[in-house]
């Protein structure tokens, strides 16, 4: 079983930046693939980011140009970078981890980490 703890969330104006981070413990071996998703009031979670061994990134629209996803080498803590945040991208983030022969989103999540975008 994987542990996963979101932090870094918090309130900024538009156009500020956030750094998330999501720290993964227990059974980390074997890790493929960590996802960021985000859920806002009223809506259903959506993908954000994701990175898997190979340095496959994947992003969606919305967020291209302005997140990044960096990890550490040891695969235990992956990365939100998030420049010129707008008033849309307010939600939960949540963490996600998936093995090699899953796919995400895992089974189990973080207890993610609010952030708020004030326009």
């Known amino acids: 079983q994987v542990q996963l703890v979101e932090s870094g969330g918090g309130s900024v104006q538009a156009g500020g930046s956030l750094k998330l981070s999501c720290r993964a413990s227990?059974?980390?071996?074997?890790?493929?693939?960590f996802g960021w998703f985000r859920q806002a009031p009223g809506k259903q979670r959506e993908f954000v980011a994701s990175i898997a061994r190979g340095n496959l990134i994947e992003y969606r629209d919305s967020v291209k140009g302005r997140f990044t996803i960096p990890r550490d080498t040891s695969w235990t803590t992956v990365y939100l970078q998030m420049n010129n945040l707008r008033p849309e991208d307010t939600g939960v983030y949540y963490c996600s981890v998936a093995g090699l022969e899953t796919r995400l989103p895992g089974d189990s999540w973080g207890q993610g980490t609010q952030v708020t975008v004030s326009a």
């Open positions: 227990g059974k980390v071996f074997g890790l493929n693939e």
